[in-house]
């Protein structure tokens, strides 16, 4: 199928119903069918198994529970320069770069503005005019645990009604605005360099959006923008630290704000992450 003809369809298909759909295959808990559904997984990924912390597939409850795995506790440590800036998942760069003005770089040809991004008030997207940004692609075969890229606190969360068209280069390049239309959960940090945003993506397929302190967050096409509560939660948070993660494929978008972050020249579309390797650095500190 081209690309074209992949992203014509998705225009017509019922992406709420066929991704909740997904939901409830991706939770069957039958021993025997969801150890199918798990091996062919693997099978057909090529997914390297050597990292997890539990057996496969006896010890996963669902083939969602191995979709959102956790690795050995040291599979992913946080790169140690204080100053560094780390990738926050597994992934492939979609773009990265820096913002002109309060638009950013979808692909070629293709752009939006932050506060479409946001989804919030001026004050908040005129943080981020001219910083820095990196949108990082999750595959199906990647760990899909979303990690924090810098120490920090975190100040707000923000889940964003929208779409849920696939995240997929073919559907990045021919889509205006993709990744202001689909869903999203929108994670507001402050760092001793200023605020920083993680923005979790949704896309077709991904059943939910999980965070340690909301549990599992449902699709909805339709809303109003909920700010999430944070008061059971530790808001302290340090590089590494585990912020939510995907119940199947999608993207991330990390926002910095002008002169906090100078990224590797490695950061280009097309280059692979991995999370808490160093993608960049804060400019103009001293090293420990």
């Not at 605005?177 to 605020?195: C, H, I, M, W, Y």
Request: proline fraction near 5%.
């Amino acid at each position: 199928m081209s690309a074209r003809v992949f992203v014509a369809i998705q225009y017509l298909l019922p992406r709420h119903l066929l991704t909740a759909w997904t939901h409830r295959i991706a939770r069957i808990q039958q021993r025997h069918l969801k150890n199918v559904l798990i091996r062919a997984f693997v099978r057909w990924f090529d997914i390297d198994i050597s990292e997890l912390a539990r057996a496969v597939p006896e010890e996963f409850a669902s083939l969602n529970d191995f979709f959102t795995r956790e690795l050995r506790a040291d599979a992913r440590p946080a790169d140690p320069d204080k100053d560094s800036i780390c990738s926050p998942v597994d992934g492939r760069v979609s773009a990265a770069g820096y913002l002109d003005g309060e638009v950013i770089l979808q692909a070629k040809g293709l752009d939006y503005s932050l506060e479409e991004l946001l989804a919030t008030d001026l004050d908040d997207a005129r943080a981020f005019v001219n910083g820095a940004f990196a949108t990082l692609y999750l595959a199906p075969y990647n760990y899909h645990r979303v990690h924090a890229p810098v120490d920090g606190e975190l100040l707000a969360a923000r889940y964003v009604p929208g779409d849920l068209f696939s995240v997929g280069q073919s559907t990045v390049e021919r889509i205006p605005g993709l990744f202001s239309r689909n869903e999203r959960l929108v994670l507001k940090l402050t760092t001793d360099a200023g605020p920083a945003v993680i923005i979790l993506i949704g896309a077709l397929n991904v059943g939910s959006i999980s965070t340690p302190w909301t549990g599992e967050i449902r699709p909805r096409r339709k809303g109003v923008v909920e700010n999430l509560g944070l008061s059971r939660h530790r808001t302290a948070i340090g590089k590494g630290d585990l912020l939510g993660w995907f119940n199947m494929g999608s993207t991330v978008v990390l926002l910095l704000p002008a002169g906090a972050a100078r990224w590797n020249d490695e950061l280009i579309a097309g280059a692979s992450v991995v999370t808490g390797r160093a993608i960049g650095r804060r400019p103009g500190r001293h090293r420990a």
